[in-house]
T-cell receptor
Framework: KAGVTQTPRYLIKTRGQQVTLSCSPI?????VSWYQQTPGQGLQFLFEYFSETQRNKGNFPGRFSGRQFSNSRSEMNVSTLELGDSALYLCASSLEGLAGGVLFFGPGTRLTVL | AQKVTQAQTEISVVEKEDVTLDCVYE???????LFWYKQPPSGELVFLIR??????QNEISGRYSWNFQKSTSSFNFTITASQVVDSAVYFC?????????????FGKGITLSVRP
């Protein structure tokens, strides 16, 4: 079974630009969740999508948004990039979802904002 | 207050030493789940173990063992006879609620370095 894939693996953007990250979950998993990882803040939950609906949302500004398609693939968009958005963005897929479900993580997208 | 506290930030041991990674959690729910994940230098987090709040049995898997104590709200992880390949960041996580009210909180992580 193929694992979780994320594209692109690395991105360099400048302040004010927007970016779209993609995540393909494990086949059969309907839950996809996104996380931001930085040295200072650690792993922070962004949002979870389940069957194309956003089910949970973390404490991030509206510049961070996402969506999920009918094939469970998910995209995350960050608009008006700020320097502080530089981070490793991880997505995870799960059969059960956040409520006790085991998460399978992708390799992440390393975003650098200049 | 942090919901998941991993007080140790960095631990360095010599190969073959035993090491215990501490995790203390806080929740008002009676039903919850605890997890440990490992993040090796490659960056991809890997699931290690899941425990639900009704199962306080300790678990052993090879060199890894977990001690879950509800009385002290702790879920500690011990690596016996550590190896260089155990070098990674280890995260403890707490899952509460159900469906749209579910919440997942990670601890800050513990960086474990195992020296040859």
């Amino acid at each position: 079974k193929a694992g979780v894939t994320q594209t692109p693996r690395y991105l360099i953007k400048t302040r004010g630009q927007q970016v779209t990250l993609s995540c393909s979950p494990i086949s059969g998993h309907r839950s996809v969740s996104w996380y931001q990882q930085t040295p200072g803040q650690g792993l922070q939950f962004l949002f979870e999508y389940f069957s194309e609906t956003q089910r949970n949302k973390g404490n991030f500004p509206g510049r961070f948004s996402g969506r999920q398609f009918s094939n469970s693939r998910s995209e995350m968009n960050v608009s008006t990039l700020e320097l502080g958005d530089s981070a490793l963005y991880l997505c995870a897929s799960s059969l059960e979802g956040l409520a006790g479900g085991v998460l399978f993580f992708g390799p992440g997208t390393r975003l650098t904002v200049l | 207050a942090q919901k998941v506290t991993q007080a140790q930030t960095e631990i360095s041991v010599v190969e073959k030493e035993d090491v215990t990674l501490d995790c203390v959690y806080e929740t008002r729910d009676t039903t919850y789940y605890l997890f440990w994940y490992k993040q090796p230098p490659s960056g991809e987090l890997v699931f290690l173990i899941r425990r639900n709040s009704f199962d306080e049995q300790n678990e052993i898997s090879g060199r890894y063992s977990w001690n879950f104590q509800k009385s002290t709200s702790s879920f500690n992880f011990t690596i016996t006879a550590s190896q260089v390949v155990d070098s990674a960041v280890y995260f403890c996580a707490l899952s509460e609620g159900t469906g749209a009210n579910s919440k997942l909180t990670f601890g800050k992580g513990i960086t474990l370095s195992v020296r040859p």
